[in-house]
């Protein structure tokens, strides 16, 4: 199957520091991973797609600058928080392009999860 | 035109019953549709998928009706069960094999023992 992880689970952190959340792509290479957020009984709002190789593609309305993605091997993907605030408090999701074959369709599988509490 | 909508946002189901779920979409260019089970702190989980060439497809309890010609599809699920109470998003492709999804709003679904 197609596994996609996540590290850490949870973190809490002090306004003002950055956190970093891993993303990996277990048994498969992803060229291709996304980066989601969602708030409490909403549904996903993609923030980014992140390229192997490439710099991510931000969706409107996402800063760049503080949500910093680098996808530096096939299967790594990172975003790190930078100078989070307390509304920066949510739960970051990633997912991965996969497909069984070359004749497959890709199929997007998604990781665990990460909350994100900013005192 | 980017826009995914689901209905209901809520359902209650009898267990043993059928629940069902169901989404619209405006652009034509959308190529694939999943759906995603999301449990309460998890990661949301591919439940099923369908390309807009097929008009159903099952796997086990679940089935995706698509009619194309009426942008509509939806989720069935048969003989509902309590461990099947989750939050379920539609969801629809855009740009290309490894594009992004839209994402619909979302459908919780309570199944009552």
């Known amino acids: 199957g197609a596994v996609v992880s996540q590290h850490p689970s949870w973190v809490i952190c002090k306004s003002g520091t950055s956190v970093k959340i891993e993303c990996r792509s277990l048994d498969f290479q992803a060229t291709t991973m996304f980066w989601y957020r969602q708030f409490p009984k909403q549904s996903l709002m993609l923030m980014a797609t992140?390229?192997?190789?490439?710099?991510?593609?931000?969706e409107q309305g996402v800063e760049k600058d503080k949500f910093l993605i680098n996808h530096a091997s096939l299967t790594l993907s990172t975003l790190t928080v930078t100078s989070a605030h307390p509304e920066d408090s949510s739960f970051y999701i990633c997912?991965?392009?996969?497909?069984?074959?070359?004749?497959?369709?890709?199929?997007?599988?998604f990781g665990p999860g990460t909350r994100l509490t900013v005192t | 035109q980017q826009q995914v909508k689901q209905s209901p946002q809520s359902l209650i189901v009898q267990k043993g019953g059928i629940s069902i779920i169901n989404c619209a979409y405006e652009?034509?260019?959308?190529?694939?549709f999943p759906w995603y089970q999301q449990f309460p702190g998890k990661g949301p989980a591919l439940l099923i998928a369908?390309?807009?060439?097929?008009s159903e497809k099952k796997e086990g309890r679940f089935t995706i009706s698509f009619n194309k010609s009426a942008k509509q599809f939806s989720l069935h699920i048969m003989d509902s069960q309590p461990g099947d109470s989750a939050t379920y998003f539609c969801a629809a492709r855009a740009g290309g094999s490894q594009g992004n999804l839209i994402f619909g709003k979302g459908t919780k679904l309570s199944v009552k023992p």
């Open positions: 997912s991965a392009n996969f497909r069984a074959s070359l004749v497959s369709s890709y199929e997007q599988y």
């Open positions: 652009n034509t260019a959308f190529d694939y």
């Open positions: 992140s390229n192997e190789g490439s710099k991510a593609t931000y």
């Open positions: 369908i390309r807009p060439d097929v």
